[in-house]
Structure formats: structure tokens, C-alpha cells
């Protein structure tokens, strides 16, 4: 079972892979002079490496549910995938890796407070307190602080 630091490293190296990919996929974008067509590309290689990964067995196969059988919205995340990857795209060029990444985890930390405080979609309920407030509060500034030249 994996401990609670492992899993934060995890999600973390995950972070800096979406980093890396981003810069990659804005100098992609820069020979393919379009940011959807760079996107289009990067979500088929998402596909394969993840055929390939799944076919090896190493996680479990799953199977796909009924599409009833669950809400709607369940069926359309990768949209907000898809939207990210494009808005990034354009962004960089102009913004700068440091406060694409220091808006994106703003974005994620405000979605994520309204999210665990409403129970919304789903995710387990938790109570807004002043300390997820406040640390809310300072990654704003911090997007504040990283994006001034």
C-alpha cells in the first residue's frame, strides 16, 4: 500500500511532467503553427502510451460501464483536458512557463475548495476552514508575486 509520501511525490512528479510536457508541446506548437493541431498530437501519443501501458497488464484492464449507468458529466473530463492543453499553449508563448503553471494550480486550488466544500460531483465533503482559506489566499499572491517582471 502506498504510504501518504509516496503518493505526494507521485502527484508531484506528475506535476512537473505536465511542466515539461507543456514547454514541449508550446515548441511543437511553434513548428505547427497551430495550438489545436499540437494538442491533437500530444492526445495520440497520450493514447498510445496509454494502450501501451494498458495492454502490458501492469494495472488493472476495467471495463467500460453502460453509459447510463452513471451521471452524464462522468463521460467529460477529457474536454476540460483538451481546453487546458490549448489555453497553455497560447499562454506560454506570452506568459511564461512560471505563471501558466502558478494560474493553473490557482484555478485547480479554487475548483478544489468549492469542490470539497460542497461535496459537489461526487468527491468526498470537507469543511472550508480559515487554514485552506488562507492558503488559498497565499497561492493568490504568490500568482500575484511570480507573474510581476
Known sequence: ?????????LVALGGA?????????ARLRVSTGSPVL????SVCLTLVSLALLWVSGATPRGTIPAFNSLPHWAWFG???????LV???????KLGA?????LVITG??????????????????????????LGTVLLL??????QKH
Open 78 to 84: 477529457g474536454v476540460f483536458a483538451a481546453y487546458y
Open 87 to 93: 489555453a497553455s499553449l497560447i499562454a506560454i508563448p
Open 1 to 9: 500500500m502506498f504510504t501518504r509520501f509516496i503518493l505526494f511525490l
Open 98 to 102: 512560471a505563471v501558466v503553471f502558478s
Open 141 to 146: 499572491i504568490g500568482v500575484v508575486l511570480i
Open 38 to 41: 499540437t494538442t491533437i498530437i
Open 108 to 133: 485547480q486550488m479554487i475548483a478544489a475548495i468549492i469542490l470539497d466544500s460542497t461535496g459537489a460531483f461526487g468527491v468526498t465533503q470537507i469543511s472550508l476552514n480559515l487554514s485552506r482559506v
Open 17 to 25: 511532467g505536465l511542466t515539461v510536457q507543456t514547454v514541449w508541446n
